[in-house]
T-cell receptor, first 115, second 114 residues
Framework: GDSVTQMEGPVTLSEEAFLTINCTYT??????LFWYVQYPGEGLQLLLK?????DKGSNKGFEATYRKETTSFHLEKGSVQVSDSAVYFC??????????????FGQGTILTVHP | EPEVTQTPSHQVTQMGQEVILRCVPI?????FYWYRQILGQKVEFLVS????????KSEIFDDQFSVERPDGSNFTLKIRSTKLEDSAMYFC????????????FGPGTRLLVL
């Protein structure tokens, strides 16, 4: 079945540091890929997504590129802020056919940014 | 901006009791989902619901679980006889279409079974 693997956390960075959170996936078909973020006390919010190979999703300074050859969707940000402290989830959905949009999630990565 | 809401935010119940978790999806959305996250583990898919019937369910979603859209706005998850291992955060989500569309999540209900 489908699966998503994220880098182990937690990740602790200083403000303005460069962020990378690795995500790799296994899928039988041609999935769409997502990054969701969960701020303390809130639900999951879509951060960015990509639906086909070589697409780059971007939002709020975060980027991730759909790499079919390496089955990866790594999240990056050039300069993190304290307000980026949250839990980040990589996810996929197969889409189409008999799929009704079931999301398969990675285990989540806790990011803490210090001033 | 429209959002998915869930009630209650926290629920404590005794093992063997029935619980109903409630969700109000975004009004023009057609697909509805329940997920759960046991503390320290992944977010797991439970069930998807479209056109007033279950469209897909996971192995977790056994006979103890049921979902319903009793009116035009609410979407509920019922656990008939709770077990200790049902303790988790339960998230509702909705999307305009299924498949590759973005799912919008509620803030979750934290269920504790004693």
């Amino acid at each position: 079945g489908d699966s998503v693997t994220q880098m182990e956390g937690p990740v602790t960075l200083s403000e303005e540091a460069f962020l990378t959170i690795n995500c790799t996936y296994t899928a039988t078909g041609y999935p769409s890929l997502f990054w969701y973020v969960q701020y303390p006390g809130e639900g999951l919010q879509l951060l960015l997504k990509a639906t086909k190979a070589d697409d780059k999703g971007s939002n709020k300074g975060f980027e991730a590129t759909y790499r079919k050859e390496t089955t990866s969707f790594h999240l990056e940000k050039g300069s993190v802020q304290v307000s980026d402290s949250a839990v980040y989830f990589c996810a996929l959905t197969e889409g189409g056919g008999t799929s009704y949009g079931k999301l398969t999630f990675g285990q989540g990565t806790i990011l803490t940014v210090h001033p | 901006e429209p959002e998915v809401t869930q009630t209650p935010s926290h629920q404590v119940t005794q093992m063997g009791q029935e619980v109903i978790l409630r969700c109000v999806p975004i009004s023009n959305h057609l697909y509805f989902y329940w997920y759960r996250q046991i503390l320290g583990q992944k977010v797991e898919f439970l069930v998807s619901f479209y056109n007033n019937e279950i469209s897909e369910k996971s192995e977790i979603f056994d006979d103890q679980f049921s979902v319903e859209r009793p009116d035009g706005s609410n979407f509920t998850l019922k656990i008939r006889s709770t077990k200790l291992e049902d303790s988790a955060m339960y998230f509702c989500a909705s999307s305009r279409q299924g498949a590759r569309e973005t799912q919008y999540f509620g803030p979750g209900t934290r269920l504790l079974v004693l």
